[in-house]
């Protein structure tokens, strides 16, 4: 595709359960962000992808939260063990260039919904 | 203090008046974006900046990297332009920090 595709676009879940959420960035974009967006508020940076590397995984909330981008294109945001306060949008970004220098492509979002 | 500080939060403006929402940021950046999200939508780049001015249509972009301060303006302001509208910056971290958005709304 030509954009950046995320998949699920929704997902319901109960509190306990463990998620998958994947990012399909734009070919060639080497840099990929994971954010995710409360009702309201501002995306709120999770962790970004250098290649196949976190360069900066510093706003992973805690040890459920993970992220892999194993042959540096598609990457999946893992959750374990669920909470409804993990209810939100996460958002995934790519860029031709590292460090934010580059114009951002977001996709559409996964909304996760935790019961 | 957030890093990145806009302003107003809410903006509601008569079609085709002039816009300006305002960002300001407290720490060293490497670029500065400025992003749309409709409702229920996805957010689309409008600008990267890192210095002067941009403009595309109707949109103007400024930056002050001395005064740590960026401007998108408006003109000609129209209903579709309703919107939120997030200032985000790079810094030396390569993570982008985002602000809290300006919600727009356009009436006729």
């Known amino acids: 595709g030509a954009g950046v595709s995320q998949t699920p676009s929704n997902k319901v879940t109960e509190k306990g359960k463990y998620v998958e959420l994947r990012c399909d960035p734009i070919?060639?974009?080497?840099?990929l962000y994971w954010y995710r967006q409360s009702l309201g508020q501002g995306p709120e940076f999770l962790i970004y992808?250098?290649?196949?590397?976190?360069?900066?995984d510093s706003g992973l909330p805690n040890d459920r939260f993970f992220a892999v981008r194993p042959e540096g294109s598609v990457s999946t945001l893992k959750i374990q063990r669920t909470e409804r306060g993990d209810s939100a949008v996460y958002l995934c970004?790519?860029?031709?260039?590292?460090?934010?220098?580059?114009?951002?492509?977001f996709g559409e979002g996964s909304r996760l919904t935790v019961l | 203090k957030n890093e990145v500080e806009q302003s107003p939060q809410n903006l509601t403006a008569q079609e085709g008046e002039f816009i300006t929402i305002n960002c300001s940021y407290s720490?060293?950046?490497?670029?500065l974006h400025w992003l749309q999200q409709h409702p229920g939508g996805g957010i689309v780049s409008l600008f990267m900046?890192?210095?002067g001015k941009k403009k595309h249509g109707r949109l103007i972009a400024t930056i002050n990297i001395q005064e740590k301060h960026s401007s998108l303006h408006i003109t000609a302001s129209h209903p579709r332009d309703s919107a939120v509208y997030i200032c985000?910056?790079?810094?030396?971290?390569?993570?982008?920090?985002f602000g809290t958005g300006t919600r727009l709304q356009v009436t006729l």
């Open positions: 970004a790519s860029s031709l260039y590292r460090g934010g220098t580059g114009e951002l492509f």
């Open positions: 985000a910056v790079s810094g030396t971290a390569s993570k982008l920090t």
């Open positions: 900046l890192s210095s």
């Open positions: 720490v060293g950046i490497s670029a």
């Open positions: 992808f250098q290649g196949t590397g976190a360069a900066d």
């Open positions: 070919s060639g974009h080497t840099a």
